[in-house]
């Protein structure tokens, strides 16, 4: 599946530069740099906020750094970055369910959940292939709802990349961090963080939920649904963090002896990812730790379309 390119995405590039008056630039790599870099923030929000709705037009500047001019997985797998910096990485249990209601534009049927994969990896092969896999037909579906089997669908492909990455590494794994979250309050997700705007993430671990549990302040602790459980993952969360961008290390110094962050390595014998979940009755077993060999092997043949 084809990866977006500085060439499929020129037009974007183009938008953006008409939304914060740099268009007299693009004759000119360098300048064009720098009239970017000397935008204020909220030009560029706003900028992207009109240019970027969709998958395929995602478009972030980069600050004071090399740029990457192509998404890092095709980097990877192209043997782009042969220098690989220290980070972390990880995803979320239900990464596909943010955007469940963004499915509602095709019929909750079997044709339509054909239509859309097609459109997305533009195969009507790959897309007959999914289904085939996970078991949809015309008369079945294994969630008994064709936008949750999507959903699904997505959250796989997203993890299974995220994965695939990590293994296309081989041994050059040298401080690397991976984590898998799976982390529901449900409280908290209806009444304060999704609310009526998305009641499928209530009880599922959603895309991004992970940055807010990294970055929340105490301001959310007025709140009832802010419990001692949330500051505590919190707490967790940033103190690794923390570590992380001071020592590279996200265990520090080697003096915190509460929670061991295992580098990542290329190995089925060792431990190589730390897990957030555990915290209530909604949270079911990570499906890091269940056999997802069978998926991500299949997911690999497939490819991942440009979101991923």
């Not at 699904?152 to 299974?160: G, L, T």
């Not at 009880?203 to 602790?221: E, K, M, P, S």
Request: aromatic share 16%.
């Amino acid at each position: 599946v084809a990866f977006p390119t500085p060439v499929t995405l020129n037009d974007t590039t183009s938008q953006f530069n008409a939304l914060t008056n740099c268009t007299q630039y693009e004759s000119d790599s360098t300048q064009l740099l720098n009239c970017w870099r000397n935008l204020d923030a909220n030009t560029i929000l706003t900028a992207q906020d009109v240019v970027s709705p969709t998958e395929d037009a995602i478009f972030i500047p980069t600050v004071e750094t090399t740029e990457l001019l192509y998404q890092p997985l095709w980097g990877f797998t192209n043997g782009e970055i042969d220098d690989i910096p220290p980070y972390i990485i990880g995803t979320n249990n239900g990464e596909g369910f943010m955007v469940l209601e963004d499915y509602i534009h095709w019929s909750n049927s079997y044709q339509g959940l054909l239509s859309e994969l097609t459109d997305e990896y533009n195969d009507l092969e790959i897309a007959h292939s999914i289904l085939d896999y996970y078991g949809i037909t015309e008369i079945t579906s294994p969630s008994s709802s064709y936008y949750l089997d999507n959903a699904q669908i997505v959250s796989d492909s997203w993890r299974c990349s995220v994965r695939y990455l990590l293994e296309l590494l081989g041994d050059n794994t040298d401080n690397i961090y991976n984590y898998e979250f799976d982390v529901v309050e449900y409280e908290l997700n209806k009444n304060l963080l999704w609310g009526s705007f998305l009641p499928s993430c209530w009880n599922v671990t959603c895309h991004g939920i992970d940055v807010w549990y990294l970055f929340n302040t105490d301001y959310w602790t007025q709140f009832d649904e802010y419990t001692n459980e949330t500051l505590a993952i919190t707490q967790t969360m940033q103190t690794l963090w923390s570590n992380f961008a001071k020592y590279l290390n996200p265990n520090g110094n080697g003096d915190n002896d509460d929670i061991i962050w295992p580098q990542y390595t290329n190995s089925d014998d060792m431990t190589n990812y730390l897990d957030f979940e555990g915290y209530n009755e909604y949270n079911k077993k990570s499906t890091f730790e269940d056999d997802r060999t069978d998926i991500c092997s299949f997911w690999n043949k497939v490819g991942y379309s440009g979101m991923y």
